[in-house]
C-alpha cells in the first residue's frame, strides 16, 4: 500500500527554519510522472500550495513564500523534503506531503497524514 | 494576484443533487482540481483535469467548467459526502491557487 508519512519537529521558534521530511512507502520516488507536493492548511483554514518538485529537480514555489523555501529530494531515501526559513507565527499549520495524480501536477491523489508545526518561542 | 472564490457554505437534501463552484480567471485558460476534505482527515482527490475522477471516487461526483467557472456536482448526495470541498488550479505564472473551501451540509 502506498504511503506517504510526514516528519520533523512539532515546535520551532520564530526566525528559525522548519524542516520535514516526507517519506515514501510502497511506491518508486524516481518517476517523473509526479509532483511531489508541500501544502499546508493554517488553523480551521484552507489550503496553501507550498510548492513541489519533480524527480529530475525541478522546482516550484509559491511566489508568497518562494524567497524562503527550498525543496529537495532523496531517491535513495525515497524521501523528499520542506525547508522554509525565517518562520513567524503565521507559518503555524498542518503541513501535508502530497503527491499527484499520475500526469497531473495539479491535483494530489495521495497524501501524508500531515503533521502541525507550530512556530512559539 | 489570481484567486479562486467558492460560496462558504450550501447544503443539500439527502438525495438531491448540489452544485459546487469555483470562480476565477484562471480558470478561463486551465482545469481545476476538488479536494474533499472531512475533519481531522488530509484532503482526498475527487476530480481533476477535464473531468477525471480518481479510482475509488463515486460517479455521483462530477465536474465541469464554464468560462470562470468551474463546478463539482454530486448527484445523489449521500451523507457521507458532508464535508469541505476545495477547488484548485494553476496559474500562468505556474502558482497553484486554493479556493477558500465551500462546506457540505447534507440534511
Known amino acids: 500500500q502506498v504511503q506517504l508519512q510526514e516528519s520533523g519537529p512539532g515546535l520551532v521558534k520564530p526566525s528559525q527554519t522548519l524542516s520535514l521530511t516526507c517519506s515514501v512507502f510502497?511506491?518508486?520516488?524516481?518517476?517523473?510522472?509526479?509532483?511531489w507536493t508541500w501544502i499546508r492548511q493554517h488553523p480551521g483554514k484552507g489550503l496553501e500550495w507550498i510548492g513541489h518538485?519533480?524527480?529530475?529537480?525541478?522546482?516550484y514555489y509559491n511566489s508568497s513564500l518562494k524567497s524562503r523555501v527550498i525543496m529537495s529530494l532523496d531517491s535513495s531515501k525515497k524521501q523528499f523534503a520542506l525547508m522554509l526559513n525565517s518562520v513567524t507565527a503565521a507559518d503555524t499549520a498542518v503541513y501535508y506531503c502530497?503527491?499527484?495524480?499520475?500526469?497531473?501536477?495539479?491535483?494530489?491523489?495521495?497524501w501524508g497524514r500531515g503533521t502541525l508545526v507550530t512556530v512559539t518561542s | 494576484s489570481s484567486e479562486l472564490t467558492q460560496d462558504p457554505a450550501v447544503s443539500v437534501a439527502l438525495g438531491q443533487t448540489v452544485r459546487i463552484t469555483c470562480r476565477g480567471v484562471?480558470?478561463?485558460?486551465?482545469?481545476a482540481s476538488w479536494h474533499q476534505q472531512k475533519p481531522g482527515q488530509a484532503p482526498v482527490l475527487i476530480m481533476y483535469g477535464k473531468n477525471n475522477r480518481p479510482s475509488g471516487i463515486p460517479d455521483r461526483f462530477s465536474g465541469s467548467r464554464s468560462g470562470n467557472t468551474a463546478s463539482l456536482t454530486i448527484t445523489g448526495a449521500q451523507a457521507e459526502d458532508e464535508a469541505d470541498y476545495y477547488c484548485?488550479?494553476?496559474?500562468?505564472?505556474?502558482?497553484?491557487?486554493f479556493g477558500g473551501g465551500t462546506k457540505v451540509t447534507v440534511l
Open positions: 510502497g511506491a518508486s520516488i524516481s518517476s517523473g510522472d509526479f509532483s
Open positions: 518538485m519533480y524527480y529530475g529537480g525541478s522546482t
Open positions: 484548485n488550479c494553476r496559474e500562468s505564472s505556474g502558482n497553484v491557487v
Open positions: 502530497a503527491r499527484s495524480a499520475e500526469g497531473y501536477s495539479y491535483g494530489w491523489g495521495l
Open positions: 484562471s480558470l478561463r485558460s486551465y482545469y
